[in-house]
């Protein structure tokens, strides 16, 4: 049963980047789209962005091209960049795998506060 | 973008009782790609149903999802105890994809 893990700080100050790695074991990321997805109280779920293993990205508007992610395929990670954060970044910071667009496994999700 | 407005905000019921949730898009949902997920505290959320009415595997057939266009609706039938927890919907036929605020389900 493929299973997917957040890993990276649960703290990031104000203005600098953060950085969270999505570790899969029990099956690859080879052929699929990976996705990051944040919650919080106020916003609820936020879609941020996508890899597919082809290497296209996509990624949402709303987030004003601050988001980059990646992938290492050899090691069956995938990766989000955000710059420039702000409280309002703080967030459970969730990463998915999916056939085509839909979301059918989640991480545990990682909590992440933006605070000095 | 697709603007996804679930109602009620709460409801509330008791086992045993069928639970109707609603999901309306801004505008119509490309390819029937809408999905549900269930949430409980503390986890992230499970695909229940995608393509409007397509179960996910492992998932029992009281839940059952319909709709089209824009209208569309998520029905637990014979509500057990773990089916209480809160319930969004997805479109994930337009980039960006969006989720509704969530039902949540109450005893």
């Known amino acids: 049963q493929v299973q997917l893990q957040e890993s990276g700080p649960g703290l990031v100050k104000p203005s600098e980047t953060l950085s969270l790695t999505c570790s899969v074991s029990?099956?690859?990321?080879?052929?699929?789209?990976c996705s990051w997805i944040r919650q919080t109280p106020g916003k609820g779920l936020e879609w941020i962005g996508y890899?597919?293993?082809?290497?296209?990205?996509n990624y949402n508007p709303s987030l004003n091209n601050r988001v980059t992610i990646s992938h290492d395929t050899s090691n069956n990670q995938f990766s989000l960049k955000l710059t420039s954060v702000t409280a309002a970044d703080s967030a459970i910071y969730y990463c998915?795998?999916?056939?085509?667009?839909?979301?059918?496994?989640w991480g545990q999700g990682i909590l992440v506060s933006v605070s000095s | 973008e697709i603007v996804l407005t679930q109602s009620p905000h709460t409801l509330s019921l008791s086992p045993g009782e069928r639970a109707t949730l609603s999901c309306r898009a801004s505008?119509?949902?490309?390819?029937?790609?809408l999905a549900w997920y269930q949430q409980k505290p503390g986890q992230a959320p499970t695909l229940l149903i995608f393509?409007?009415?397509t179960r996910a595997t492992g998932i029992p057939d009281r839940f059952s999802g319909s709709g089209s266009d824009t209208d569309f609706t998520l029905t637990v039938n014979t509500l057990e105890p773990e089916d209480f927890a809160v319930y969004y919907c997805?479109?994930?036929?337009?980039?960006?994809?969006?989720f509704g605020g969530g039902t949540k389900l109450e005893i």
């Open positions: 505008q119509s949902i490309v390819r029937d790609y």
């Open positions: 393509a409007i009415s």
């Open positions: 029990g099956g690859s990321i080879n052929g699929f789209y």
């Open positions: 998915t795998r999916g056939h085509g667009w839909l979301t059918d496994t």
């Open positions: 890899i597919h293993h082809s290497g296209t990205t």
């Open positions: 997805q479109q994930y036929g337009s980039a960006p994809l969006t």
